[in-house]
């Protein structure tokens, strides 16, 4: 068990930068693999990136690859979203996510695989 706590969304004008976290409680991030998705307004929920884990390094979509950067503090058991140079499709509302490290399915993300999800937190992003 663990619950998921986002915050840093807000509204940026495109170009910008903006920092998301996603504090855990319950358990740590030890326990868990951890990922970011985004749902745009009328769009289906997508996956954005997952964070490193044992041997593996962190994966990014297509579309955020060179400008997004995920990062980790165990310490604080929060996981970092850096939104850099922000584009305004970037609007949306961002899920941190999270699995078992032994989560024996696929090991692509996608939001039936995910066991628990933050409440969300909106970016915008003004042109």
């Known amino acids: 068990q663990v619950q998921l706590v986002e915050s840093g969304g807000g509204l940026v004008q495109a170009g910008g930068s903006l920092r998301l976290s996603c504090s855990a409680s319950g358990r740590t991030f030890m326990d868990y693999a951890i990922a970011w998705f985004r749902q745009a307004p009328g769009k289906e929920r997508e996956f954005v990136v997952a964070?490193?884990?044992?041997?593996?390094?962190?994966f990014y979509a297509d579309s955020v690859k060179g400008r997004f950067t995920i990062s980790r503090d165990n310490a604080k058991n929060t996981v970092y979203l850096q939104i850099n140079s922000v584009k305004p499709e970037d609007t949306a509302v961002y899920y941190c996510?999270?699995?078992?490290?032994?989560?024996?399915?696929?090991?692509?993300?996608?939001?039936?695989?995910?066991?628990?999800w933050g409440q969300g937190t909106q970016v915008t992003v003004s042109s």
């Open positions: 964070a490193s884990y044992g041997g593996h390094s962190p």
């Open positions: 996510a999270a699995r078992s490290l032994y989560y024996s399915g696929s090991p692509y993300w996608t939001p039936t695989s995910v066991s628990y």
